[in-house]
């Protein structure tokens, strides 16, 4: 049983600081949901490093929404709902499609500025999309110019206080409502850091995964300290493997933009063979969990760790001009794309599933909120659409400051909330070793093709570093540990219980989709387990 919290503490021990809102992370969710709530409130943002680092600093493509005469939200929707392969919330997409321009708009005040084509905002197609909708900036450096123009803004506002290298260790509940989050400083002290309201944008949880696209950050924090705190988690079967990372010597898994093939680029196999057209009618531009599987098939059947994508058939002019982060990163190790096919294989890219909330972003937790990839809105379904999470987070962070508003002043008065477990030793195998081994772990049993006996191994490995959770952990490295190991077993135990294939869920025992069965959600709650919850459009 994973405990309520990590480790033994009384608040009446520790200095306590108290803020209106209370923002944990700094990635668009974050910044974008600061801004927001600084207009008529005091709002401390805490990131564990610094505030330009966040996965969404290191999105390329860009930003989903309708901006052409020719597109429309009901196309917007009926894209996103196809990819979603049965599993969206119809209200939250409509949400999405509807109010994602106007988001973008904001975004726009703010001082991002996204390329244009004679004048007009510059559109491109991706995987999935039927329209071209994706709004981009320095041709794939979206998310890095979000931010930058986020932080600015954030920077220069009196009721934003950014608290850079804190870690958030639990969130603290009182009477089942969260009154803020027990802090780690950089120097080792702890404080109590007392919020009206509390909201979760600390991204995502790729590094799970031995092999991702995602930065050191992404550690699934806000997920597990969710769970921990009683919230329902959602969905954590639905891990989205980006079919195009960077696969070569002495490189990181670099993100390939899936922008790349909607501006034509091809999949060839070692042997320099396309092969999408054996698996989907859409070829290269077919949704993200199809082509992945469609890769690692192909290197199976050519006995090779990478396929390649090849986009030399365009001009090296419009590559470059297009592509200039991903041109000048794989020149920067020999690799010259508008010449050479680019080797690359799935990397783990974006988590679906996280904290539940309702068309407000607030979780089953009152005065608890979560915005951006720790959420599960319903907008992603089993399988993420491209370039829609940047808009999800514009999108409910307004709707959440929108909530917050309505709520009643939380009374200041003392809190009093204690917890001591007992616990004696501290941790004895070194947590880099065990951070690897569970990297490990979750690609051989839990990657992009399961079934009863991977899973079953895997949470069985898994389990054997349970004893972290009774031991003392005083230092961030630790408690990061028993965070990604929390999310590894919710991800392992829903993907156990899912008895079919479905979006980025792929069961090689369950091969085929069953809407009768298994249309509907999985939900995760600390004190009861696994919970099935039917589909909204069920």
């Not at 002290?189 to 995964?209: D, N």
């Not at 639905?238 to 696969?247: D, E, M, V």
């Not at 979780?363 to 089993?382: D, H, K, N, Y």
């Not at 349970?466 to 540990?481: D, G, H, Q």
Request: proline letters at 3%; aromatic letters at 6%; hydrophobic letters at 40%.
């Amino acid at each position: 049983m994973i405990p309520q919290y990590l480790v033994d503490f009384d608040l009446q021990d520790l200095p306590v600081v108290k803020t209106d809102c209370l923002v944990i992370g700094s990635g668009i969710a974050g910044l974008f949901t600061a801004i927001k709530a600084s207009e008529d409130r005091k709002v401390i943002m805490i990131t564990k490093k610094t505030v330009m680092e966040s996965n969404t600093r290191y999105a390329q493509g860009g930003i989903a929404a309708v901006f052409s005469e020719e597109d429309s939200p009901v196309y917007h929707r009926q894209d996103t709902l196809m990819a979603g392969a049965g599993l969206n919330s119809s209200a939250a997409v409509d949400v999405l499609v509807n109010e994602g321009p106007e988001g973008v708009r904001e975004l726009i005040r703010l001082g991002t500025i996204f390329d244009k084509e004679n004048g007009e905002l510059a559109l491109t197609q991706e995987g999935a999309h039927s329209h071209r909708r994706i709004l981009h900036a320095n041709g794939d450096a979206t998310g890095y110019e979000i931010v930058r123009a986020l932080a600015e803004q954030a920077a220069q506002h009196e009721n934003i206080e950014t608290w850079d290298d804190h870690y958030v260790i639990d969130l603290i509940t009182e009477g089942g409502v969260c009154v803020g989050a027990l802090v780690q400083r950089p120097g080792g002290g702890r404080l109590f850091l007392q919020a009206g309201a509390t909201v979760l944008c600390s991204g995502g949880a790729g590094q799970l995964y031995r092999y991702t696209t995602n930065p050191e950050v992404a550690t699934g924090d806000g997920v597990a300290i969710a769970y921990r705190a009683g919230a329902h988690i959602r969905d954590m079967e639905f891990i989205q493997f980006h079919p195009t990372a960077l696969s070569y010597p002495g490189a990181p898994r670099f993100l390939i933009s899936e922008a790349v093939r909607g501006e034509g680029a091809v999949l060839r196999n070692i042997n320099g063979e396309r092969f999408m057209e054996r698996y989907h009618e859409l070829l290269e531009l077919a949704p993200r969990d199809i082509v992945a599987r469609a890769i690692v098939s192909e290197m199976e059947l050519t006995k090779s760790t990478f396929v390649y994508l090849d986009i030399t058939h365009e001009s090296a002019d419009m590559v470059k001009h297009r592509f200039p982060t991903i041109y000048e990163t794989c020149m920067s190790y020999g690799l010259d794309i508008t010449s050479d096919w680019i080797p690359v294989a799935p990397a783990a890219h974006y988590m679906m599933g996280g904290v539940k909330t309702d068309l407000n972003g607030e979780s089953t937790v009152s005065r608890l909120f979560a915005c951006g990839e720790v959420s599960s809105t319903g907008v992603q379904g089993a399988n993420r659409l491209a370039s829609n999470s940047l808009s999800e987070a514009i999108v409910f962070g307004r709707r959440i400051i929108e909530r917050i508003r309505q709520l009643p002043p939380l009374e200041q008065g003392t809190v009093s909330v204690a917890y001591n477990q007992g616990r004696l030793e501290s941790p004895t195998q070194a947590i880099v070793e065990r951070r690897l081994k569970l990297q490990k772990v979750m690609v051989r049993y839990a990657g992009l093709r399961r079934n009863r006996d991977m899973l079953t191994k895997g949470l069985d490995e898994l389990k054997r570093q349970l004893p972290i959770f009774n031991a003392v952990l005083t230092r961030r490295e630790e408690y990061e540990f028993a965070n990604m190991l929390t999310c590894c077993l919710l991800i392992t135990e829903s993907a156990l219980a899912r008895e079919e294939s479905r979006g980025a869920h792929y069961r090689e025992d369950y091969p085929l989709r069953s809407d009768s069965q298994w249309q509907k959600h999985l939900l995760q709650i600390r004190e009861l387990g696994i919970v099935e919850e039917l589909s909204d459009d069920v």
